[in-house]
């Protein structure tokens, strides 16, 4: 991740904000009935739509209407996180994208509890692009957290310490005599708030010249543990009640008196289609259909596509729909699933191809002198994001600016695209940040902003809204590649273990498609993408350890693989926790202590500071606490026929930064139907310090019902170059109706907070079907595990 931060770091450019304001139009709409609900009841100063503040993108809590920000000469600025205004009001600048994770509350308490701030006077304020926010506008990896505990701890230190050296000099007394509490400073003949400090500092303009050097800021002390008050305590959440009233702004609110609306006519497949022709014929009967636009793209982002022009969203929609045009055939027209596993296999068979990670000495040995080997192969399906609020961007050409106003999880990553597509220097491009409908990595492809800018400019620098429909956006979906995983272990039969073991993981590889720059180096100087493979390099003991990459080159050719929610970690730990439940009853062992005996923490599992400390021996601990929670393997013998518990654990999601989790499912497989209930999950996790336990807990429920939804029920699979499923028709996620009783466990320590938004996810699908073997005897090896497979599975007699 350090690498991933230079890197990113190095990428991004001078994106200077301008001023900016746009108005919110107002509809009768599930928002505007949320407001005449809600609004009326709280008060005049909920009133739907505000001009954008010189300073600000998106402010929470909301200004009252009619506020306006201080200016800008009066507040006091320690560090670029933060500003103390001279009424008292700490704000927050948040780079993170908000997409339903509560990240402005959990990093603003970080900064706020190390400088003493009233909570009650803290607000978050999602930032636009800046230069002086550069390397930090990843939003992905359940990095927010992790990535920003020590840079805000430091802020938030010397913002104190500033304060309390004004305080120190107005009070006459020493800084050493003065204590902060709530955003007061109390000595030893008076006490001053923040506001005041700083609006005597703004009429004597001292305080605000004040600088700290990076040496001074890191020779600050920091609280303990024990000092903390912000910190793993119940705070009130700054996001929800904006979110809860209509209030929040989304990309797709965007208005502008003179906007059009745009729908994209995409092509069979994502990559080398060109336009032939196009018939409008029937198009121009649609009332308020304006034209159609054949994208002239530099950036060979949107290869292909045609974009409709019209006065409304229905227009543009029904105007697209009537288009015909004629593209030229590509080669990825041919390519399906089974053509995807045929050349993963292929490639898994061919010793040459990929790159090894790990290539321990003795492997063969070890293979070729086993009392037995065991080997077998698991499969996943691609899975689609299916955001709630399909992807859409708003450009328009403004004082001289290309602004782009949407919600995305990597700004600095497209914004070069962007400027490309623009024909003008980076620093003349610049986006606006809106809330996210979700995102879960899709958003990391800003892909859906190009094709907007591309039609503005060649509307003249039009404002245009260009939303992708429904079966658009999952057309064109940056899905999870499909996988195939072998794993082949000697079995010891004599000390009940494994001898040494191989493992091959086959994939599209969405880092080497998206951000090449930064796949990582494996053994001999080969590149690989860690995100294709992160949950394969575990922390057991299995002797020499032969672990390869490979891309599966047809899928990248094919679509664009994508980030998805835990990202390799979503399908990894799926076949390495499947295979150690088959080899423990291989070797006649109880799967719990079979884990237990390879998490010795030794050699390159011995973990180290600050993200891994402990290592090996804490994944152990949390399973350990795991089996205590769910009486392992006593449970076993008072459950209902056909019911079975699994159990799995993983250091979800990357090995330099592992939330250690363990986690357990209970399972009903209906023998006649085959239908599969998942009735219980229990999760134990060792994150390291919980800054926010409502948005950790949060978070590990949600990820667990997306590993039950990714485990039981989401998949589609590649036909003609893309996916099948389009809706929701045929594509099926979990259903609240099938959600089952979530039992959560924090391990309570004060190590490093690590990330939250994605473990959840990685333990429940190897979990699932663990509990499937354990209740019905049917060993699944494909994702998702369907009725059919169970049925399909009694015929076979597997």
């Known amino acids: 991740m350090a690498k991933l931060s230079q890197l990113a770091r190095e990428t991004d450019r001078a994106f200077h904000q301008k001023n900016t304001a746009h108005k919110v139009r ?18 005049a100063g909920l009133a739907f739509g505000f001009a954008r503040q010189a300073r600000a993108s998106i402010v929470l809590p909301p200004l009252p209407a009619g506020a306006q920000l201080p200016a800008a000469d009066t507040l006091f600025e320690p560090t670029i996180w933060c ?41 978050i304020d999602y930032v636009n692009t800046e230069k002086r926010f550069a390397g930090q506008y990843v939003t992905g ?14 802020a938030g230190a010397a913002a104190r310490y500033l304060l309390v050296q004004e305080a120190a000099r107005l009070l006459g007394t020493t800084p050493e005599a003065c204590r902060v509490n709530d955003g007061i400073v109390v000595g030893p003949n008076g006490s001053l708030t923040f506001g005041q400090i700083v609006s005597h500092a703004a009429d004597n303009a001292t305080l605000l010249k004040k600088s ?27 996001d929800i009640p904006p979110k809860v009233t209509g209030h929040a702004v989304y990309g797709c609110d965007v208005h502008f008196d003179d906007m059009v609306y745009a729908r994209p006519k995409l092509p069979p497949t994502r990559y080398g289609a060109r336009v032939r022709r196009v018939d409008d014929s029937q198009s121009r009967k649609v009332p308020g259909y304006e034209r159609f636009i054949v994208l002239d793209d530099p950036t060979n982002e949107v290869q292909g596509w045609v974009v409709v022009i019209a006065k409304s969203w229905p227009a543009a929609k029904l105007a697209t729909d009537l288009l015909k045009v004629e593209w030229t055939p590509t080669p990825a027209q041919e390519v399906s699933e089974a053509d995807l596993l045929v050349r993963a296999r292929k490639l898994h068979e061919d010793p040459r191809s990929g790159t090894n990670i790990y290539d321990d000495p003795g492997v063969g040995k070890a293979f070729d002198t086993a009392e037995e080997t065991f080997s077998q192969t698991y499969t996943t399906a691609p899975v689609a994001h299916f955001t709630l609020e399909p992807v859409n961007a708003t450009a328009r050409l403004h004082e001289g600016i290309w602004e782009i106003h949407t919600g995305n999880q990597w700004q600095s990553l497209i914004l070069p695209t962007l400027a490309k597509a623009a024909g003008v220097p980076q620093d003349q491009v610049r986006m606006i940040t809106y809330y996210l409908g979700g995102g879960f990595g899709r958003r990391l492809n800003g892909d859906y902003a190009v094709p907007a800018l591309l039609a503005s400019k060649a509307l003249g620098g039009r404002p245009v809204k260009l939303m992708l429909a429904r079966n658009d956006d999952m057309a064109f979906d940056s899905i999870r590649s499909p996988s195939f995983q072998s794993i082949s272990c000697a079995l010891d039969y004599q000390n009940k273990g494994i001898r040494a073991m191989r493992y091959d993981v086959v994939a599209g590889w969405p880092t080497l498609a998206a951000a090449p720059a930064f796949m990582a180096e494996g053994m001999g100087g080969k590149k690989y993408d860690p995100f294709a493979l992160s949950g394969a390099d575990h922390w057991y003991d299995v002797g020499p350890f032969h672990l ?28 390495l926790e499947s295979y150690i439940d088959e080899a423990a009853d291989q070797l006649d062992q109880d799967p719990v202590a079979f ?17 891994a ?71 134990v996790v060792d994150a390291g310090t919980i800054v926010d336990p409502d948005g950790a807990r949060a978070q590990i429920e949600g990820g667990a019902l997306w590993g039950l939804s990714m485990a039981l029920f989401e998949g589609t699979e590649i036909v003609h170059g893309t996916i099948a499923a389009r809706n929701l028709n045929n594509y099926t996620p979990l259903r609240m109706g099938d959600d089952p009783e979530i039992e959560i466990v924090f391990m309570d320590n004060t190590y490093k907070p690590m990330g939250l938004g994605e473990p959840g996810v990685t333990v429940v699908a190897p979990a699932i079907g663990n509990a499937i073997y354990n209740a019905s005897g049917f060993r699944l090896r494909h994702l998702p595990m369907r009725p059919q497979d169970i049925l399909t599975a009694q015929k076979q007699g597997a």
């Open 595 to 611: 884990r237990l005996a390879m998490l010795d923490g030794k050699g390159r599992n011995a973990g180290s500071a600050p993200n």
């Open 141 to 154: 990896g359940s990095w927010s957290v992790w990535a920003t505990w020590d840079l805000f701890r430091q």
């Open 548 to 575: 390869r990459a490979i891309c599966n080159d047809l899928a990248n050719q094919t679509f664009r693989p994508g980030w998805l929610r835990a990202v390799s970690a979503g399908w990894t730990p799926w076949a």
């Open 83 to 123: 500003t103390i205004a001279p009424d008292g009001e700490v704000t927050v600048n948040i780079v993170r994208a908000e997409m339903g994770q509560h990240v402005g509350t959990a990093l603003a308490r970080i900064i706020a509890d190390e400088m003493d701030a009233d909570w009650n006077r803290v607000r």
């Open 26 to 43: 107002a509809s009768f709409s599930r928002r505007t009935f949320l407001l005449t609900g809600f609004g009326s009841a709280m008060g």
């Open 212 to 238: 700290l050097t990076p040496q001074e800021m890191a020779a600050l002390p920091l609280k303990t543990p024990q000092q903390r008050t912000l910190i793993g305590r119940p705070v009130a959440a700054l």
């Open 613 to 683: 400390i402990g290592g090996a021996h804490r994944q152990a601990a949390v399973l350990q606490r795991l089996a205590e929670l769910i009486n392992w393997p006593d449970v076993q013998d008072t459950l209902p026929s056909d019911t079975g518990i699994g159990i799995a654990t993983t250091f979800g999601q990357e090995r330099n930064m592992p939330t250690w989790t363990a986690g357990a499912a209970q399972v009903h497989v209906n023998q006649t139907t085959g239908q599969i209930t998942c009735q219980k999950i229990w999760l």
